[in-house]
């Protein structure tokens, strides 16, 4: 069982910016792969960015240039820093992990909210 704790959500004015933290409970390296998701009210949840154990990233077309996900290996954490947010970035922010066993995990999620 992997226990993921995600933290870093507010709110925050349009052009702000936030950084959101996953914490895994096992070692980063027994992760194929960690990711941001996100999920706005009747909308479905959708992919932000991954990262892999080797630190290869990828990006939602919507955030790119705007948003980095990055590791810290020694901390099995992932952070999400969130630059020149916009209304549309509100939503609920989901950490997910995906085991060397090809098993996912999903955090509790963090409520980021972009307005005036």
């Known amino acids: 069982q992997v226990q993921l704790v995600e933290s870093g959500g507010g709110l925050v004015q349009p052009g702000g910016s936030l950084r959101l933290s996953c914490a895994a409970s096992?070692?980063?390296?027994?992760?194929?792969?960690m990711g941001w998701y996100r999920q706005a009210p009747g909308l479905q949840r959708e992919l932000v960015a991954g990262?892999?154990?080797?630190?290869?990233?990828n990006y939602a077309d919507s955030v790119k240039g705007r948003f980095i996900i990055s590791r810290d290996n020694a901390k099995n954490t992932v952070y999400l820093q969130m630059n020149s947010l916009k209304p549309e970035d509100t939503a609920v922010y989901y950490c997910?992990?995906?085991?060397?066993?090809?098993?996912?995990?999903w955090g509790q999620g963090t409520q980021v909210t972009v307005s005036s």
């Open positions: 997910k992990a995906t085991t060397r066993a090809w098993t996912d995990y």
């Open positions: 990262i892999t154990w080797s630190g290869a990233a």
């Open positions: 096992i070692s980063i390296f027994s992760i194929n792969v």
